[in-house]
């Protein structure tokens, strides 16, 4: 299973887990997160760049992953995905270079499958 593959099983699986809970705060709260990327003033593919670039700035491999996938679901090109790695740099500087070579072998496997 590829390393995206894996990914995505465990967010779905852990995903329902959590919300079968039924915690009304938690619930409501992973809605939101999903409506914050729809299309609105800014279209989807915008938001999932504006959300790549802020997990990267965040360091946060689970959500560049998320958001990785996501922009590629949406057609996003290598070279747009390099304009936005980059902009994450800049504002989050060097710490942000060992997140980016993740979130780079992440691409490498989507564009060989």
């Known amino acids: 299973m590829s390393r995206a593959e894996e990914f995505r099983a465990f967010r ?3 995903n329902e887990k ?8 938690i619930n409501r709260f992973f809605n939101l997160d999903t409506r914050a990327y729809e299309d609105g003033a ?3 593919r915008t938001k999932e760049i504006a959300g790549l670039v802020g997990s990267l700035v965040l360091r946060c491999d689970d959500c560049i992953a998320y958001h990785v996938l ?4 949406l057609g996003l090109t290598r070279d747009e ?3 936005a790695f980059n902009v994450g740099l800049v504002v ?3 710490i942000v270079i ?16």
Request: aromatic share 2%.
């Open 18 to 25: 959590i919300r079968e809970q039924g915690h009304l705060g």
């Open 70 to 73: 996501r922009c590629v679901e």
């Open 12 to 14: 779905e699986r852990m």
């Open 42 to 44: 800014l279209d989807a």
């Open 92 to 94: 989050g500087g060097s």
């Open 98 to 113: 060992p997140h980016l070579r993740r979130a780079v072998a992440l691409l490498d496997e989507l564009e060989v499958a």
């Open 81 to 83: 995905l390099f304009d």
